[in-house]
């Protein structure tokens, strides 16, 4: 278990063998955890029935409903309850007085538009956590396929949901920290996918922290924007290789369950937004793991550059708050975030995330437009000889290609 111990950080999403327990065949959470939940329908689950079970999911159409937004966001925000106020000037609003369940299509789409133009939006006093799990699945395939998690807990069945479940024990700050000087995990959720998610949700369900658990957000764009002219066209010719084998590992360290195999997927260091006509860097600590076309120390160090100066960028950042009827909706191609532990005794943390694929990562809107999936499919049947070549070889081959084309508007 000392490895895993390292792994730390990432637990609130993993099984624990030794710790949690088996109910009717499958791995949950404690009985004493169980016993203390407000919504115990939603604890989390590992239902090894379902080792294997899902698939990668391949190339696909992605229909962002943010282009059929109203900037205006009357539909969405006219009604005389709703309340919109910004977090900062550049990143994040807080809304008050829409209840998100109820929406129209049309003002889905707004929504869509106003995560996308902001970043991060905080809506508070919402009801999904009282709705069925059909019902909400429903609400959310709107904005794109469902995301099923390779190893998080799930409600039982309910496997497009992934849950966050900080366990109310003393001493679980004291595992985090271990290891590791602070709690902080930067990542843009599994940016691992071939079409990682773009519209994401994550509800709290019950927090018995008094003031603290934030969620914090550092803005891409922002990010990319500051980079000199130089080092923004030297970053938009390189792709770099985003990696689950890490929390897989931690899965399997912590004995959960795999719900589908591990996965490496190629992504450009720098992404152009499809709805917002925007740049952002494309990097992660928790998952980018090389630069492709790049020799091992000219990768490392770029990498260490780059996340050293997104995980800095405390100008570009947003604290987002929770009560237990809160909602956070963010842009995952956008903003990366992290989880806060900031307390140390017995409060439970539970909450829950519904994550919608978003389009292929591309450098440019000339990429975008070109963009086919069986284009896509054929891409990837040299994914693994991609991964094998020299960094001259990747570059004559494809990095070439990939920096003209980043290139063109
Ligand atoms: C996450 O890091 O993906 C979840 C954020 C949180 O638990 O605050």
Redesign the pocket.
């Known amino acids: 278990m000392s490895h895993a111990l390292s792994l730390y950080t990432d637990s609130?999403?993993h099984f624990r063998e030794g710790e949690d327990t088996v109910r009717n065949g499958v791995k949950s959470i404690s009985d004493q955890n169980y016993a203390r939940l407000k919504y115990p329908h939603w604890a989390p689950t590992w239902d090894p029935k379902h080792e294997g079970a899902f698939e990668n999911p391949g190339p696909f159409v992605h229909h962002d409903r943010g282009y059929f937004g109203d900037p205006s966001f009357d539909r969405l925000l006219g009604g005389k309850e709703a309340k919109r106020t910004p977090i900062t000037p550049k990143l994040g609003d807080v809304i008050e007085g829409v209840q998100l369940s109820k929406l129209t299509s049309q003002q889905k789409d707004d929504l869509a538009l106003l995560v996308e133009q902001r970043g991060v939006v905080v809506f508070r006093d919402q009801d999904f956590k009282e709705l069925p799990f059909d019902s909400i699945i429903e609400w959310g395939n709107y904005f794109g396929p469902l995301h099923v998690h390779a190893t998080s807990g799930a409600p039982l069945g309910q496997s497009e949901f992934h849950i966050?479940f900080?366990r109310g024990e003393k001493g679980e700050a004291k595992k985090t920290l271990a290891n590791k000087l602070n709690s902080i995990?930067w990542?843009s959720?599994v940016s691992y996918e071939l079409q990682p998610p773009g519209i994401t949700l994550?509800g709290m369900l019950q927090t018995d922290i008094n003031g603290g658990?934030?969620?914090q957000f550092i803005d891409m764009f922002e990010a990319y924007d500051r980079l000199s002219p130089q080092m923004q066209a030297f970053c938009e010719t390189l792709q770099v290789l985003n990696s689950s084998a890490q929390q897989a590992e931690a899965a399997r360290l912590f004995g959960g369950v795999q719900r589908k195999t591990e996965i490496e997927s190629i992504h450009p260091l720098v992404i152009y937004h499809p709805v917002i006509k925007r740049k952002a860097l494309y990097v992660n600590q928790s998952f980018s793991t090389r630069i492709l076309g790049l020799k091992q120390e000219e990768s490392d160090l770029l990498l260490k550059f780059l996340i050293r100066h997104t995980e800095t960028l405390l100008d570009g950042h947003l604290r987002a708050n929770?009560d237990e009827n809160t909602v956070v909706l963010w842009d995952n191609r956008r903003v990366i975030?992290?989880?806060?532990v900031d307390w140390d005794n017995e409060a439970l943390?539970h909450?829950f995330?519904l994550t919608t694929l978003g389009n292929r990562p591309v450098g440019s809107e000339a990429e975008f437009n070109d963009w086919t999936p069986e284009k896509e499919l054929e891409e990837l049947k040299h994914l693994d000889e991609k991964l094998q070549m020299t960094p001259a070889d990747y570059y004559e081959n494809y990095g070439k290609k990939f920096a003209e084309y980043s290139k063109r508007k």
């Open positions: 609130d999403i966050t900080r995990g990542h959720d994550f658990g934030d969620t929770w975030h992290t989880a806060t943390r909450a995330r």
